[in-house]
């Protein structure tokens, strides 16, 4: 089992079973993403190195508009995509496997957490992922110490207030706060 098989079950939400070939391939990634998070948060570097370790973790290329403040820490890196001039604050975690879909002119405050994979609830089968993805409409902000949970998606113009926990859609334009996060109001200019 190569990368390429287990992106393909994970994009089609399929269930990695623990201790299978699968695993071993998404345990082998996860050293590189280790790797080179570790370079990345290994000391200072320019925002050109910042993006081209973004892309080798990514294994695709990042926008010349993309900045990222480390430390940042993923432990697959090869399902995220980053739309133009997204901001990704200090210390955010991303749980990439389900994928990470990010677009345009996104504000990624600090700490956020991003997740994509659920344990199963049977403790017999507690080994095994269930990949759901996460999905950023286009100039979404995201408040500091916020949590998307997997299979959410976040509706363009969408801002989510700080210390949120995101465990269902947000509507575009929606303002929503608290946990579980809930809708406040629209956004209005």
């Given at each position: 089992m190569e990368l390429i098989d287990l992106l393909r079950e994970l994009?089609?939400?399929?269930?990695?079973?623990g201790d299978s070939p699968?695993?071993?391939?998404?345990?082998?990634?996860?050293?590189?993403?280790?790797?080179?998070?570790?370079?990345?948060?290994?000391?200072y570097h320019e925002p050109q190195q910042v993006r081209s370790l973004l892309a080798e973790l990514f294994a695709k290329s990042v926008d010349e508009t993309v900045t990222l403040f480390p430390p940042f820490s993923?432990?697959?890196?090869?399902?995220?995509?980053?739309?133009?001039?997204?901001?990704?604050?200090?210390?955010c975690k991303f749980q990439d496997q389900g994928g990470i879909s990010i677009g345009d002119d996104c504000l990624i405050g600090h700490n956020v957490v991003i997740a994509t994979l659920n344990?199963?609830?049977?403790p017999s089968r507690r080994t095994d992922l269930h990949p759901a993805p996460v999905v950023i409409?286009?100039?979404v902000w995201i408040g500091a110490n916020a949590t998307i949970l997997p299979g959410v998606t976040i509706g363009e113009d969408a801002?989510?207030?700080?210390?949120?926990?995101v465990t269902k859609d947000v509507p575009a334009r929606a303002i929503v706060v608290g946990s579980p996060a809930r809708f406040v109001r629209s956004v209005s200019d």
């Open positions: 994009d089609a939400g399929r269930t990695i079973v699968l695993h071993e391939v998404m345990h082998r990634t996860s050293q590189e993403a280790l790797r080179i998070t570790g370079e990345l948060n290994g000391g993923t432990d697959f890196g090869k399902n995220i995509t980053l739309g133009k001039r997204v901001f990704i604050n200090s210390g344990h199963d609830l049977a409409g286009r100039n801002v989510i207030g700080a210390a949120s926990v």
